[in-house]
């Protein structure tokens, strides 16, 4: 087996791919009300959490909102929450009915400043995607 590479040595593709891991068995598990299955956010399915994906309602490869998560102190407005395979990966996210939900959850306004957001340009940050490895990490193990 291969010595372990601390975080600060690896890319920042690398850490996005850790990060990305981190994140949806957080957010799949947020969602969760009873910690075994979750509903998806644009069907309302319900599947085992494992069967679920972390959908993103803007693309995540649309980077200042690939992690964002809402803040009800801020009005920050959810761009993450779990979805089924159908919905996600062979319906394209179901956009639609994803932001339909997020307007219904959040108002017009925050999902529009989400949606302004994503259009911004943005710069990956290694200490900043290290932090929210932690961060999630930490998450994770509190949930677990």
């Known amino acids: 087996m291969g010595k372990r590479v601390p975080l600060a040595d690896k890319s920042i593709g690398q850490l996005k791919k850790i990060l990305d891991a981190e994140v949806s068995i957080w ?4 969602w969760s ?3 075994e299955s979750v509903q998806c956010f644009t069907c309302n399915t319900v599947k085992p959490i494992k069967q679920m994906h972390c959908g ?3 693309p995540r490869n649309i980077s200042p909102t690939r992690y964002q998560v809402g803040n009800a102190e801020t009005g920050e407005c959810w761009n993450l929450a779990a979805q ?3 919905c996600n990966t062979f319906k394209q996210g179901m956009s639609f009915a994803y932001r339909q939900r997020l307007v219904e959850m959040a108002g017009e306004e925050a999902v529009l400043e989400m949606e302004e957001k ?3 340009p943005f710069k990956w940050d290694k200490i900043d995607l290290i932090a929210k490895i932690g961060m999630f ?3 994770n193990r509190e949930a677990a």
């Open 137 to 139: 990490r930490q998450k």
């Open 84 to 86: 089924c395979v159908v």
């Open 118 to 120: 994503a259009r911004q």
């Open 56 to 58: 993103h309602y803007i």
């Open 33 to 35: 009300e009873d910690g």
């Open 27 to 30: 957010v799949r598990n947020y």
